[in-house]
């Protein structure tokens, strides 16, 4: 009795009708970008300082220029450490008395400014950009600057329960359908936002978008890879990772032509209703259908697949049917990934591995968003050496193995940005570059290591340890804004230091894994503790049916 893969070995691996599969499904790969990094332009925060009843009348009266009411009216730079800096604090000056004049109008008051009292904003900020985002619209500045730590923070509660929901909806009613449904919630949620009155609504929103959007992800992966044969199943993961990328170097461009995000979060929004003619261009995966039992519809989409690549459909192709592995007759339980000593050891590791690539990846993101000289331009530069990086693992992922470039990978991340702590501030472009080449290295991590995972894990476990391991990428999501804001308010390179140390941490640990290439993949739980032992050549090749709550580049 043939399997898929016998079938598509006949119709065709990757023909024509899996090319325009491929090509038409990636753009939800790219989609997911303004979703997972938006907040870089959605909430960035300019220079900005108290607003102050009377000094626009008295800069007026006086002639002042910018810089010269700024230096008159504005404290200046506090302490190192400061938890509250100059952005925060006013003078308790007021600006409409008539003794003041127009040359150092503070000197009649004090003859030194540092003894005059400060006291908190209460008319609000007059911010340094004729642009707006969410902080500028809603002040989550200074005392509420944690509010946009919280905004970024939703989206990832939102991936780590929609990924299990979606999952289960995925599995349970379709591929197509999980599809479809994520994508028009997504793009109504998108548009919505950008509607939104206030934070409350905006932050809801955007929670329901972190619900949905890595569904709709998780499910345009799984399609093409089921549509595609056992041989280019790997490469066509990597080439549709490759599109969130592209996402990113879209987004740059969208965000510099529309400085406004309102604007900018309906441009990102309102092109994803396109993805529902997904009903008319996408079949069912037939996959999923024999595993409901409905082979007849399997069966001709398998005969339009065999016809779309100028194949005639196999003799057999009528008793087309799931392979069946007798170890997934097993009951696993979250007890197995603890049971031995080397699963233990896997279990703990990979772990980490997902946490550490999380906030390594997503908190450079964030930093260099939040100290870039040219927020576009740097944001630009750091997303076109993601391109590099899918390259080198297609290389060195057969030929040199895993356990190497991996280790390697996290080594560089986590080396580069220890230098990045001691680059002056004058020297940006080099900042930049040593900073693009710890995002490479961080991009390299959290593409290969779903893979690392999988092959790690017995059959019978084996989504069950991808998941749970994964989910880790979400909780280190979670807290990742609050750690890269809230410890550049202590020290701004203070960040810069935590993932250093988490990186160098992570590529020492990712030696004590064994090297997976060219060993066959464990089935039992024996096997899984053995694999340190020179195995026997890789009888089949990994390929991931599972919905997990892994990094959207996974």
Not at 296 to 314: C, F, S, V, Y
Request: glycine letters at 8%; hydrophobic letters at 45%; proline letters at 6%.
């Amino acid at each position: 009795m043939p399997t898929m893969d016998d079938i598509l070995q006949q119709v065709g691996e990757f023909g024509w009708f899996q090319k325009k599969a491929f090509l038409t499904l990636c753009p939800l790969s790219a989609a997911l970008a303004p979703v997972y990094v938006g907040i870089v332009f959605l909430g960035f925060t300019p220079d900005h300082h108290c607003r102050n009843p009377g000094v626009a009348e008295l800069s007026q009266r006086c002639g002042w220029s910018p810089a010269e009411e700024l230096n008159y009216t504005v404290p200046g730079l506090g302490a190192v450490g400061e938890a509250f800096p100059h952005q925060c604090r006013r003078y308790q000056v007021d600006w409409n008395q008539s003794a003041l004049g127009c040359v150092d109008p503070l000197a009649s008051l004090a003859t030194n400014r540092s003894h005059l009292p400060l006291g908190p904003c209460e008319h609000g900020w007059v911010y340094d950009t004729p642009d707006s985002s969410i902080v500028t619209e809603f002040n989550m500045v200074c005392a509420d600057a944690w509010k946009l730590d919280l905004f970024q923070a939703c989206v990832n509660l939102g991936f780590f329960l929609g990924s299990l929901a979606m999952g289960y909806i995925a599995d349970r009613f379709g591929r197509k359908l999980c599809l479809l449904g994520t994508v028009l919630v997504n793009a109504i949620a998108g548009v919505l936002m950008a509607l939104a009155p206030n934070y409350v609504s905006m932050l809801l929103f955007r929670l329901l978008q972190g619900l949905v959007s890595k569904g709709s992800w998780m499910a345009g992966y799984t399609l093409i890879t089921e549509f595609v044969g056992l041989g280019y199943r790997r490469t066509v993961g990597i080439l549709y990772q490759m599109n969130f990328t592209m996402g990113l170097v879209v987004l740059a461009g969208l965000a510099y032509a529309i400085p406004h995000w309102r604007w900018l979060q309906l441009a990102v929004s309102l092109p994803t209703f396109l993805f529902l003619l997904y009903y008319w261009c996408v079949p069912e995966s037939p996959r999923w259908l024999l595993s409901q039992k409905r082979n007849t519809q399997a069966i001709k989409i398998m005969e339009h697949i065999a016809q779309k690549n100028g194949r005639l459909p196999p003799d057999d192709l009528k008793v087309l049917s799931l392979e069946e592995d007798v170890t997934e007759k097993l009951s696993p339980s979250f007890a197995d990934l603890f049971r031995t000593p080397g699963l233990r050891t896997h279990t703990f590791i990979l772990m980490y591995l997902w946490f550490s690539g999380s906030v390594v990846y997503q908190g450079l993101i964030i930093y260099t968003g939040a100290t870039s000289g040219n927020l576009y331009l740097d944001f630009f530069y750091s997303a076109l050496v993601e391109f590099p990086a899918a390259f080198i693992i297609l290389v060195t992922i057969d030929r040199v193995g895993r356990r190497y470039p991996l280790a390697v990978s996290n080594l560089v991340a986590g080396v580069a940005c220890t230098i990045m702590i001691f680059i002056p501030h004058d020297l940006h472009w080099l900042n930049v570059i040593v900073a693009c080449v710890g995002r490479m290295g961080i991009t390299i991590v959290v593409q290969m290591i779903c893979l690392v995972n999988a092959e790690l894990y017995p059959t019978f476990i084996r989504n069950l340890g991808v998941m749970v391991c994964s989910s880790l990428c979400d909780v280190g999501g979670i807290i990742t804004p609050f750690l890269v804001f809230r410890l550049m308010a202590v020290w701004q390179a203070l960040p810069l230091t935590l993932f250093g140390v988490l990186g160098v941490a992570a590529g020492g640990m990712t030696l004590l894994l064994p090297e997976t290439k060219g060993v066959a993949l464990p089935e039992t739980i024996e096997d899984a503790e053995n694999l340190r032992r020179k195995g026997k050549p890789k009888e089949n090749t990994i390929y991931l049916e599972i919905q997990t709550s892994e990094h959207p580049r996974t």
